[in-house]
């Protein structure tokens, strides 16, 4: 997921869109796998981890240690975030289509929403910020199941980071 500064943004799109080309059938398919979700507590925060977590039980706020996620991702680790973790869901974008867009324009779109929403959520530029993001984005399967939803993580390239970076910049 990482890359060098000057090519992170491009190589992480790219990133993204292999280790999450397909999450069609996820939810069906958890019945199977034991996949599930993090134990939360009353606020809705993961107390409790689950190395198989369902991706489409995950909320903005959680902490995710997916930095081995490729290809095909059906389940993704979570953890506390005052535990070390690879990255933090922090922004949700609804599509609202009918039909499937071409691949293109959902990443064009997770682009541009996640940027906005980095920056809102560190308290700064991305251009300034040591950190990164990438998303979780449906595909034309799972799109016809439903998923509309886009997820932005942010990460550091550097490695693990403890605690949620929100506000990091201020």
């Known amino acids: 997921m990482p890359a060098p500064a000057p090519l992170r943004r491009a190589l992480g799109v790219l990133a993204v869109a292999s280790a999450t080309a397909a999450l069609s059938g996820c939810a069906f398919l958890s019945q199977f796998t034991g996949a599930g979700e993090a134990q939360r507590d009353t606020e809705g925060q993961v107390v409790e981890g689950n190395e198989s977590t369902d991706v489409f039980t995950l909320r903005v706020g959680d902490c995710l240690n997916d930095s081995g996620a490729t290809e095909q991702v ?87 980071v403890t605690g949620s970076l929100e506000g990091s910049a201020s």
Do not use: N
Request: net charge negative; proline share 9%.
């Open 74 to 160: 059906e389940t993704v680790p979570t953890t506390p975030c005052d535990e070390p973790h690879d990255s933090e869901v922090y922004a949700s974008v609804i599509m609202t289509e009918d039909d499937y867009p071409r691949q293109e324009a959902i990443l064009e779109r997770a682009d541009v929403e996640c940027l906005t929403e980095f920056e809102a959520f560190v308290g700064g530029s991305w251009d300034d910020s040591p950190y990164d993001f990438s998303y979780y984005f449906p595909t034309e399967g799972s799109w016809g199941e439903g998923d509309r939803e886009i997820l932005c993580v942010i990460y550091d390239p550097a490695g693990p």
